[in-house]
């Protein structure tokens, strides 16, 4: 069998057989945050040696509408080309690559098989920016991922009926209001557990909506999975 050869490590170039070199893969990913369960925010040192779910001050404060987040790492530099890459440069294999983690991820976390999701959707894009960039990242990762959890996926359960300003353009607050009524739901979630996926987790305006969007039509539990998340100031 012809042996695969080996691509540029989309961080530094070098020749690897996967996305990344050994060397970006151990000096890079090999993170061992704590995060907060719920939104994946990463929590100060003296959690830990506490439990492995323990919730963020906010999270605490005031439940998002989501129940729980997967993340990789902080979205910080270099990782932070990887998602520039996806989403700008159609660097696909990277989306396979995320997806590959987030699996992992997720199975380690989960101690049931009945704790995965009933169904795997990505976070919609508005049609113009669909057709502009010719895909969605989020549902290039989204694939792969329902794949390795052996479960449904659906890129079409939920649209984004209203076209709003990018979200990196605006503060919490803004963005809450911008994405707000900018979903709905095109299938039933009655009762389902539905795991969202997108590539960046900045402020988690969207995926409040999108959840809050899910409950509203039924939806027994929201998890996100996310490449990505950028702390909290």
């Known amino acids: 069998m012809q042996a695969i ?7 530094c170039g070098n020749l690897s057989h996967n996305a990344l070199c050994g060397f970006c893969d151990e000096s890079y990913w090999n993170e061992g945050a704590l995060r907060c369960c719920v939104c994946a925010v990463p929590l100060p040192v003296t959690y830990r040696g506490r439990r492995a779910s323990y919730c963020c001050g906010d999270c ?9 987040t997967f993340a990789l790492a902080d979205y910080r530099a270099p990782l932070d080309t990887l998602a520039v890459g996806l989403k700008f440069r159609a660097q696909l294999v990277l989306a396979r690559e995320f997806a590959r983690r987030l699996a992992l991820l997720a199975h380690d976390a989960w101690q049931d098989p009945s704790e995965c999701p009933d169904l795997i959707a990505p976070v919609p894009l508005a049609d113009r920016r669909l057709r502009k960039r010719g895909y969605n990242q989020a549902w290039q990762i989204a694939k792969p991922l329902a794949r390795a959890l052996r479960v449904p996926h659906d890129a079409t359960l939920l649209r984004r009926v209203i076209d709003t300003a990018p979200q990196s353009r605006l503060d919490l607050d803004a963005r809450r209001m911008n994405v707000g009524r900018a979903f709905e739901v095109a299938g039933n979630v009655q009762g389902l557990h539905v795991g969202i996926v997108d590539d960046v987790m900045t402020t988690g305006a969207t ?7 899910l409950k509203a039509a039924g939806a027994r539990r929201v998890t996100n999975f ?7 100031n």
């Not at 605490?60 to 729980?68: G, L, Q, R, S, Y």
């Not at 995926?207 to 969007?213: D, G, I, V």
Request: glycine share 0%; charged share 25%; net charge positive.
């Open 5 to 11: 050869l080996p691509n540029a490590c989309a961080l």
């Open 60 to 68: 605490i404060a005031e439940k998002p509408p989501f129940d729980a």
């Open 207 to 213: 995926l409040e909506a999108l959840a809050r969007t």
């Open 226 to 232: 996310v490449a990505l998340r950028t702390p909290k």
